[in-house]
C-alpha cells in the first residue's frame, strides 16, 4: 500500500495493484467515508460510489472526491475499503444512493454598459 500523502503519481505496475471500487464490491467490503476533524463517518456501498463518480478508480484516488458534510472541507477526508465482520453488519446504517439529481445553478455577472 502506499504511503497515506500519495498523489497519483504511482508507477502504472504499482499502481494496478491498489484496490478500485469494483475489487471492493467483489469482496462485499464497504466504504468508509468520513472527516477526521468533525469525526463523522458514513458507510457506502462500492457500487453506489462508482456510479457516481462515473468510473472505476482506486481508494487512493477517492479521497478528493468527497468533501465534508459538517465543515464543507475536503482536506480531512479519510476513506477506506471496510471488509465488516459477520457480526457487525446488522444493524449497520449504510447510506445508499438513490438518485442523482442535476441542479440547476446559475452563473451572474455584472456588467458595464
Ligand atoms: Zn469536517
Redo the contacts with the bound molecule.
Keep these: 500500500m502506499p504511503a497515506l500523502n500519495y498523489r497519483g503519481r504511482a508507477h502504472p505496475h504499482l499502481e494496478a495493484k491498489i484496490p478500485t471500487l469494483e475489487d471492493a464490491d467483489n469482496l462485499g467490503q464497504f466504504v468508509r467515508i468520513g472527516?477526521q476533524?468533525?469525526k463523522?463517518f458514513r458507510f457506502y456501498r462500492p457500487n453506489d460510489i462508482r456510479i457516481l463518480i462515473g468510473e472505476n478508480i482506486h481508494v487512493l484516488h477517492l479521497r478528493d472526491k468527497f468533501r465534508?458534510e459538517?465543515?464543507g472541507?475536503k482536506e480531512?477526508m479519510a476513506v477506506e475499503f471496510k471488509t465488516m465482520m459477520a457480526n457487525e453488519i446488522p444493524g449497520l446504517v449504510v447510506r445508499e444512493l438513490v438518485e442523482t439529481r442535476w441542479v440547476k445553478k446559475p452563473v451572474w455577472r455584472d456588467r458595464k454598459l
Design positions: 472527516c476533524h468533525c463523522t465534508c459538517e465543515c472541507s480531512h
